[in-house]
């Protein structure tokens, strides 16, 4: 593997690391409505579990609202169940033909237990990027043994990954911050 492969492969990689976190951020719920917050949950529909958001339509009526409306009313109650059982935890209300999830404001507690989960995320993202970065100088010193490459140019490759890394852990930190900002903002 040539040096350009081995580099273009681990920013892909850490760049699928910072998705991850992102997408997980995305479900921590911060005390308004954001159509993400429903992303994970899956409703029993003819037997097979479908997402939500292939179900029905989700839409942000008012800042702390969710409107939920089915594509087909007899799924409604379906959704209405599969809501009830996640781990959400906001209990919807129906009309028979949409469904309503009223947000409740965020006590400190909460939303400092948030902000904690948010850094455990953000550190596990952070494990997952050194561990890329471990399997790429792996890859780079193999490559060396292997005289694929020489010396100069595994040192030269280190670094380069070594930067990488390093921006990958500053576009973490930036995610992390952003969301810790956005749960103790009142």
Do not use: C, F, W
Request: no cysteine; charged share 35%; aromatic share 2%.
């Amino acid at each position: 593997m040539s040096t350009s492969e081995i580099l273009a492969h681990t920013k892909e990689r850490m760049k699928k690391s910072e998705d991850a976190l992102q997408r997980e951020l995305g479900s921590i719920r911060a005390g308004r409505a954001n159509a993400s917050l429903l992303d994970r949950l899956e409703v029993e529909y003819y037997g097979a579990l479908t997402p939500v958001n292939q179900l029905a339509s989700i839409t942000v009526p008012e800042a702390r609202m969710l409107l939920i409306t089915p594509y087909d009313k007899s799924s409604l109650n379906d959704i209405e169940r599969a809501i009830l059982m996640s781990d959400i935890g906001i209990t919807p209300t129906s009309d028979g033909s949409v469904i309503r999830l009223i947000i409740p404001q965020l006590t400190e507690e909460r939303r400092k237990e948030l902000a904690k989960q948010v850094g455990k995320e953000a550190e596990n993202a952070k494990v997952s990027v050194r561990n890329i970065r471990r399997d790429a100088i792996d890859q780079a010193k193999k490559a060396e043994k292997a005289k694929e490459i020489t010396e100069d140019e595994l040192h030269t490759l280190e670094k380069d990954i070594q930067k990488v890394t390093d921006d990958s852990v500053k576009n973490i930190d930036k995610l992390a911050a952003t969301k810790e900002k956005e749960l103790l903002e009142v």
